[in-house]
């Protein structure tokens, strides 16, 4: 059982990384920085009024645009065991395309995804949980072998009369047991505040820390951290455009030697009679005056930065590259061209997450009593949502059918327009059966060969 005090110091610690992950969220949130700073200066400034704050989503998009490529068509597991891969599926679930593609947007956000598992009344079921939650402890060996795992997290209750009560579940979790901790309080920015605990303890059989990491890179860098400043200074650049588009509207009112003027008298006469009364000097000459100004804003220089600084976010980002001109009927290499980037941070997550995603199938396969689970061969399909030539790809596995150079299920895998092979393959065994009866029963109606003979004969 943990001590109290231990449990707060684990929370305390915790905050910088809990506040980075919470920043990195906001920018996937459209909820930028510049929101709470702005641009304006300290020092009032009187001609400055607009204050806007314009945030813009281009971490929201790059990630999106990831986890599409990456996770639009789910990934395919084969065990060597059509059966097997059944039950597979069917313990995944529908949820496993949506959970995959989570996983993803977490990882890409806060370096590292965590896939949480247990079992139910009997059945198999797995989640993701937040990053912010999850404090893994791996051991000191170079493999960094899991063996416990924090995890932390609020919750509200209502009771019947309506009244709000805020607790903090604190859980440690080992290859045996779960030890639960209930906090009457709530997470401050630094640490646990609580009133009272409630204890709970249970023991699972699952021999295993049932967490799984899914990290974004193997340096564990999430992808926000190769172009926010940018994004900081783009935000910048057109909060300032705004707010002197906004200012630009507004005159300054230059008073000349009328340092006694009431304004709102010389306003007043400015409005209603369009004229401003002038003082004579001793010479004769006038000796007051009236003179306006305006804000210049330099429009090509601010445009010409913004067009960098938005290329140079896609550029460090990895994205695919925008306001690209229409590629026609390109061929498949021209279109992979276009996506290289994409692809080169897609293939060193897809690295990363392969070796979760085999974790996973394990316990699976552990759960489902499926035999040699642990030394099983597992083979991964991964399957890009990228544009395509689908008249080159179907050409290339007809071609590839016609020679025999490559098996049908292979051909069924990396044919365009099959989402899963192994159903298609039913469906043209089924087609092909079908085709065979229906010959052989227009041969039978026409009397078959040995009849058609045998009724020549008899004509001669």
């Given amino acids: 059982m943990l001590n109290i005090n231990k449990i707060k110091k684990i929370i305390q610690n915790d905050a910088e990384r809990r506040r980075m992950i919470e920043l990195e969220k906001k920018y996937y949130e459209n909820d930028n920085i510049i929101r709470v700073k702005g641009v304006l200066p300290s020092e009032t400034d009187p001609m400055r009024n607009a204050d806007n704050r314009v945030s813009h989503n281009f971490h929201q998009l790059i990630t999106d645009e990831k986890t599409a490529y990456m996770f639009t068509n789910p990934v395919l597991f084969d065990v060597g065991d059509k059966k ?18 989570y996983l993803c947007t977490n990882a890409t956000n806060n370096k590292v995804a965590w896939l949480h598992y247990w079992i139910e009344d009997n059945q198999f079921l797995y989640s993701v949980v937040e990053t912010e939650q999850c404090l893994p402890i791996f051991d000191g060996k170079l493999k960094k072998k899991l063996i416990g795992f924090y995890r932390y997290y609020p919750i ?100 000349e030697n009328y340092g ?44 010409s930065i913004l067009e960098i600084l938005k290329k140079q976010i896609y550029e460090s980002g990895q994205a695919l590259q925008q306001d690209t001109e229409n590629f026609g009927n390109a061929s498949g290499v021209a279109l992979k061209f276009f996506y290289r980037k994409l692809e080169l941070k897609a293939g060193l997550t897809q690295i990363e997450f392969e070796k979760g995603f085999a974790k996973l199938i394990r316990v699976i396969m552990k759960f489902l009593k499926i035999s040699n689970w642990k030394t099983r061969s597992i083979t991964q399909t991964w399957t890009r949502n990228m544009i395509s030539n689908d008249l080159e790809n179907a050409q290339i596995a007809n071609e590839s059918k016609a020679n025999e150079t490559i098996s049908d299920e292979t051909i069924a895998k990396n044919h365009p327009w099959v989402e899963d092979p ?25 009397g078959g060969f040995e009849d058609n003979h045998s009724n020549e004969g008899n004509q001669e």
């Fill in 260 to 303: 006694g003027e009431n304004l709102k008298e010389f306003l007043g006469d400015l409005k209603r009679y369009k004229t401003i009364k002038t003082e004579t000097g001793a010479d004769g000459k006038t000796s007051g005056g009236l003179k306006t100004l305006q804000i210049e804003i330099p429009v090509e220089a601010r445009n």
């Fill in 156 to 255: 509200v209750e209502e009771n019947e009369n309506g009244t709000i009560k805020e607790f903090v579940m604190f859980e440690y979790w080992d290859d045996k047991h779960c030890e639960q901790y209930k906090f009457r309080g709530n997470l401050s920015g630094t640490g646990l505040t609580y009133l009272s605990a409630e204890y709970n303890e249970f023991e699972h059989d699952l021999e295993e820390v049932p967490f799984i990491e899914f990290k974004n890179n193997r340096n564990m860098i999430s992808d926000l951290k190769k172009y926010r400043d940018l994004i900081d200074i783009y935000d910048k650049v057109m909060s300032g455009y705004a707010n002197d588009l906004e200012d630009i509207q507004q005159l300054i009112y230059i008073l």
């Fill in 84 to 101: 097997a891969n059944e039950k597979i599926k069917e313990t995944l679930g529908d949820d496993f395309k949506s959970e995959s593609a």
């Fill in 422 to 446: 192994e159903e298609e393959l039913k469906k043209l065994k089924q087609q092909k059966e079908e085709s065979q009866k229906r010959q052989q029963e227009i041969f039978n109606n026409a």
